[in-house]
């Protein structure tokens, strides 16, 4: 396996982190930009953001091997199911649901990677709640943008340093896919060491503003195009989305 790549973002990148436009939608806004006042104090928020966000992101190709056992519910009632395991190097991660086994498909690669904005970046919205709830909620909807912006530039990357034709990060915590994996995940990407990514009792990431998981290995055979990314069809706001539905011809 190869060595985990940890990237830390050059301040000169900064500003490609921030996207009004997706912000508009996580407020809710949909395809309709805020009112006048609220995109000026979008674009005052912005500039705060970028003086506390430390962004970087760690990847590593891990090979995918199958792991036939049993669920519970199954147990007795014919052959086993086959589930995915990640083998990070001789130790390997079972990753349970249909959700990630749909999005790995067959290939026998993926790439494990995780990302964060920082831990300055909870403390400053932390500190706009006890200060302005909508300051704090236009805060936390531009570290989410970000965050988009972010797991866009780790996938790029990743596609170039690897070679490989790379589809999109399927975070831990979607749909089926149990966040009770984080700590094993971390220890085994060294998240901890490299990116400074920690993980309390209930699974949630610390700091907030970050996301772990895994990117599918296009195998040719349905598991995405090379035009598409693949996230629409899963993500609930899909149908009002303006961003990926423009240059993807499966409408997907």
Known sequence: MEAAR???VGRQEYKSLVDYQEASVFLGYGEQMPDSGTERELHRLADALLDV??????????????DCVKRPEAAGQGDPTVHIAADF???????????????????????????????????????????????????DALANAAVERLRIHLEQEARDVLGLDLGWLFGIGYEDFPLALQPDFLRLAGAGEGIGLSVNTKGILIPLKSVTGFINVRDGAGNGEKHCNGRCGMCPRHEECRFFRGSCSKNC
């Open 53 to 66: 966000i430390k962004p970087r992101y760690l990847f590593v190709p891990v090979r995918l091997v199958q």
């Open 6 to 8: 940890i990237v830390w």
């Open 89 to 139: 190097g001789g130790q390997c991660l079972r990753l349970p649901g249909d959700a990630i086994h749909a999005h790995l498909g067959r290939a026998g690669l993926a790439v494990a990677a995780c990302l964060t904005l920082g831990g300055q970046v909870d403390a400053w919205i932390d500190k706009l709640q006890k200060e302005s709830m909508l300051d704090a909620l236009l805060a």
